[in-house]
């Protein structure tokens, strides 16, 4: 009759204590296990949705910290160089990692792609292109999948390097054109001047030719939002971008620079300042914090590093309040069942106290006495987690709906339509959407884990409890 | 042969600066296969004098000895475990469980050799103390008060131990029920060579017994 059959003996001899204490392992399980349910629900979503979202991230100024600057505080900005972004760029969370510097032009020979603009019938209207400068040869929004080569290739190392007048153009460009690789493609490099009254009066040309090496096709997010079907407009622009290696763009960029200098030799500017878009992909959305934090020590504080992820951030709050208020509930319910059990286990120990005496006063060690009784109270307690599992996530699935409800009124709801084309497009719709219950092993083991070790910790008070049992006293 | 020696004991209970003594420099000793008796007025310590002996509770003073060795030293939870078995007044019987299986608590908790066939060595002890085998499998909430008794004497046996400590154990019993009891203490020290120690406040039971102390004012004189 070791302790564990002793265990065994009093559970189902003691049939109604053991009843009552596993209605309150099942009630208190049943609150834990509906939170965790419902937390899990809101991490899934918030991880399913930032892998989606991809880790990519660039540097930006950060508009808070500059909107009280003055001139002079402008004047003395540090600019983002080649070299910073080369710096982050080795840091060991960095994928790959590019930066961009764009140009804009036009052309009287082609036409751009836009089914909204008639070009033809539109006096004064100019097809727009604008040139995105690459330095990393494999073009990153192809790496990233923003974009796909159909046709052609990318850019070599020596052609960046050296600034050759290459260029990729989008497909829809390419078939309303007639472009093929190896032709060229007219652009103009235009600078208007403007009189007082607000008219035209004059322009300087620049005739720029682009070697087609490669034909491309952006990716196209379909928007599931009935509204953009019903009147939404796209922005075309993705499509009438020519990738160049960055010396191309930066030449075209200098020279309206140069030409605004010679039309207004007051104005301060200078070509030599060049303004880069750094982009880097990062190895997993796991490591956008440390990314983060890594990069920030490496730049002047009023710049911030802004990830595609932070998009689910800016929508996802009534998901973010259901986690948060699941987790509330479940520390709550953590605490309820250590209080609760503790005080029930010790005040059913109180009607034990001459059986343990016995234990003792035969020679038992105490530990296989505590043994006993921690082995009843989480065979119980296993039984109410088991059943819990499944009742748990009934009311896990009843009750997130009113939770969201309750978050979107908590935290507002941003669930305008967006209408424009944009790859990492979310909405507060799609993220709830998103949101499901399930039941999956990882919300099986968390149960377990979290109730059977809340079950042992209530059962410190009734350890103590036996631990300072003096038989003498019990029994004689 | 001495099993049990107790040398210089003592034992008082203080509550602010009173001190009230209960023991004072107590010395006797216990030999195996006799049936001793230590008898005493309510309040006179017999049983502080048990709990003492039976591990239960720890000297202010002075040492006990089993088998020449030290009871603080063994350990008291060992010694508890493999020296002695204690029999309480009240029984203190497992409540939910049968007789048969509250006889076979002390034989996992023992480190003393016990039979493999636990469960039929406690049938046998339970038939030995004249508990039926349908008795024997009974809850022992279902059995009388003498019955009762006669388990928890078997629980006792069930270890195999060299002493047996009983406090009143028929405190609660008739007469018929009580002569019984003491005849199977008689027998466990004269054929089964135990030490039988009981604590009693029945000169009867005192004039039964080989050897019998009375207990008083502290000191133990030999009661003839």
Redesign the interface.
């Known amino acids: ?3 564990l ?2 265990a065994l ?2 559970l189902t ?2 049939q109604g204590k053991s009843l009552i204490l596993l209605l309150i392992v099942f009630i208190l399980s049943n609150i834990m296990a509906g939170s965790i349910a419902i937390s899990q629900a809101s991490k899934n979503v918030e991880r399913t949705m930032k892998e989606q979202l991809g880790a990519n991230a660039t540097i930006e100024l950060d508009w808070e910290k500059v909107q009280n600057w003055t001139n002079d505080d402008w004047t003395n900005m540090k600019m983002i160089t080649p070299e910073d972004v080369e710096e982050i760029g080795v840091l060991p969370q960095v994928k790959y990692y590019d930066y961009n510097t764009d140009a804009y032009l036009t052309s009287t020979e082609i036409k751009n792609y836009d089914p909204n603009m008639d070009y033809e019938n539109c006096q004064g209207c100019t097809p727009y292109f604008y040139l995105r400068g690459i330095q990393y040869p494999g073009v990153l929004d192809i790496v990233k999948g923003d974009a796909t080569l159909v046709d052609g290739r990318v850019f070599t190392e020596e052609e960046v390097k050296n600034g050759d007048y290459v260029g990729l153009i989008s497909d829809k460009v390419a078939e309303v054109n007639n472009l093929h690789i190896g032709e060229l493609v007219p652009l103009v490099n235009l600078f208007q001047m403007w009189d007082n009254q607000g008219q035209m009066s004059n322009e300087i040309r620049r005739d720029v030719l682009i070697e087609i090496i490669g034909i491309y096709t952006p990716k196209i997010v379909e928007n599931q939002d009935q509204n953009l079907k019903e009147g939404g407009w796209i922005d075309y622009s993705l499509f009438n971008r020519v990738y160049v290696p960055n010396k191309v763009s930066l030449a075209e960029s200098r020279w309206q620079t140069e030409q605004y200098m010679i039309q207004y030799p007051d104005s301060g500017a200078n070509p030599d300042q060049i303004y880069i878009t750094p982009s880097f992909v990062l190895n997993s959305p796991e490591e956008v914090e440390s990314f983060k934090n890594d990069a920030k020590t490496l730049l002047p504080d009023y710049y911030k590093i802004t990830v595609s992820s932070d998009a689910y951030d800016a929508v996802a709050g009534p998901i973010k309040f259901v986690g948060q208020l699941s987790n509330t509930i479940l520390y709550v319910a953590i605490g309820a069942t250590i209080l609760i059990l503790g005080l029930v286990v010790i005040l059913f120990l109180r009607d034990r106290k ?2 343990l ?3 003792l ?5 105490k530990w296989k006495v505590v043994g006993q009784i921690v082995i009843e109270v989480l065979a119980v307690a296993f039984i109410g987690i088991t059943l819990s599992l499944f009742s748990g996530n009934s009311i896990a699935e009843a009750t997130s709906q009113s939770m969201i409800d309750m978050g979107v009124g908590a935290t507002g709801t941003t669930d305008q339509p967006i209408y424009y084309y944009n790859p990492t497009n979310i909405s507060q719709e799609d993220v709830i959407n998103a949101y499901a219950i399930e039941f999956n092993l990882d919300y099986v083991l968390i149960l377990y884990g979290v109730g059977l070790t809340t079950v042992l910790v209530s059962t410190v008070g009734p350890m103590i409890y036996i631990l300072r049992l ?3 006293k019990i ?2 | 042969m001495e099993i049990l020696t107790v040398n210089n004991l003592n034992y008082f209970y203080q509550d602010g600066e009173d001190i009230r003594t209960i023991l004072k420099d107590l010395n006797v000793s216990f030999e195996k296969g006799k049936f001793y008796t230590i008898l005493g007025a309510s309040g006179s310590g017999k049983t502080t004098f048990l709990a003492l002996i039976s591990a239960l509770d720890e000297p202010k003073s002075g040492e006990i000895l089993y088998k020449g060795q030290n009871i603080k030293e063994i350990g008291y939870d060992k010694y508890r475990r493999n020296a002695i078995s204690i029999i309480f007044q009240s029984y203190n019987l497992v409540p939910y469980m049968t007789a048969v299986e509250n006889v076979m608590i002390p034989m996992s908790i023992t480190e003393n050799a016990i039979p493999k066939d636990q469960r039929q060595v406690a049938y046998n002890l339970l038939d030995y103390i004249g508990i039926t085998r349908s008795k024997a499998d009974r809850i022992v909430n279902k059995l009388s008060g003498g019955e009762q008794q006669r388990v928890a004497i078997a629980r006792s046996l069930a270890s195999n131990v060299d002493i047996i400590f009983a406090d009143e154990p028929t405190g609660n019993l008739d007469e018929s029920l009580e002569k019984d009891m003491i005849e199977i203490f008689g027998d466990l020290a004269h054929r089964h060579d135990k030490c039988v120690i009981m604590v009693t406040h029945s000169k009867e039971i005192a004039e039964q017994s080989d050897i019998s102390y009375h207990l008083q004012k502290g000191s133990l004189t030999r009661y003839e």
């Open positions: 009759m070791n302790y059959k002793r003996l009093s001899r003691r001459h059986e005496g016995v234990y006063a035969l020679g038992e060690r003096k038989p003498k029994m004689m």
